[in-house]
């Protein structure tokens, strides 16, 4: 079983669209980081999460940390061909950093 | 260089083969991760430095793993006898601080294909 689950797998939309993937877990966790891998390279970590209930925005990008510390989300508002990419959720316990599998989103022009 | 230099970039080896990959982290960042990417799944940890002490090794698939930092900077992990399992891309990390909790600085990786 995994220790984090990211929904979904994948995720196909045309350009100007909204969307938003998960992050969930049945632990709780004191932070989570969201990263984007592009193909050929490594992750690059877009934000932090803290405090349970956060919502920190990045440009058109939204991150939200559930109230309980055990979910995240990403909402992308008028998704752009840019934002193509594996979007990645990671907690760090101890210096080791966890990874989920993913959503691997492309944006159609 | 500005940021995390891994070489080479794709390497094929035979079945057997022994194999050396190579990480140049950020200058001055203390700790130091190798995680391994399978294809259609989120990078895993395999190891972890802090300068030139080896902190964890837990996520090392096998003795046919070994990384070494001997110096507190470069990085090499090498493989023993590779096997057709052992493909993925090898991905090293960096981070300033001693805590490993700081952020962390991904170079692009090397994509191991064993035939």
């Known amino acids: 079983t995994q220790l984090l689950e990211q929904s979904p797998q994948f995720l196909s939309i045309q350009e100007g669209e909204n969307l938003t993937v998960y992050c969930n877990s049945s632990?709780?966790?004191?932070?989570l980081q969201w990263y984007r891998q592009e193909p050929g390279e490594g992750p690059v970590l877009l934000v932090t999460?803290?405090?349970?209930?956060e919502v920190k925005k990045l440009k058109r990008l939204t991150f939200q940390f559930g109230d309980a510390r055990k979910d995240s989300s990403l909402h992308i508002t008028a998704a752009q061909p840019g934002d193509t990419g594996l979007y990645l959720c990671?907690?760090?316990?101890?210096?080791?950093?966890?990874f989920g599998d993913g959503t691997t989103l492309t944006v159609k022009p | 260089g500005a940021g995390v230099s891994q070489s080479p970039r794709y390497k094929v080896a035979k079945r057997g083969q022994d194999v050396a990959l190579r990480c140049d982290p950020i200058?001055?960042?203390?700790?130091l991760f190798w995680y391994q990417q399978a294809l259609g799944q989120g990078p895993e940890f395999l190891t972890y430095?802090?300068?030139?002490?080896?902190?964890?090794k837990s996520g090392l698939p096998s003795d046919r793993f070994f990384a070494e930092r001997p110096e507190g900077s470069v990085s090499t992990l090498k493989i023993q006898r590779t096997q057709q399992e052992d493909s993925a891309v090898y991905l090293c990390?960096?981070?300033?601080?001693?805590?490993?909790?700081?952020?962390?600085?991904f170079g692009s990786g090397t994509q191991l294909s064993v035939l």
């Open positions: 200058s001055g960042h203390v700790s």
């Open positions: 632990s709780v966790f004191s932070s």
């Open positions: 990671s907690i760090t316990n101890a210096g080791k950093s966890t």
């Open positions: 430095f802090q300068n030139e002490a080896q902190l964890d």
């Open positions: 999460v803290v405090t349970g209930g």
């Open positions: 990390a960096s981070s300033l601080g001693l805590t490993g909790s700081e952020k962390l600085f």
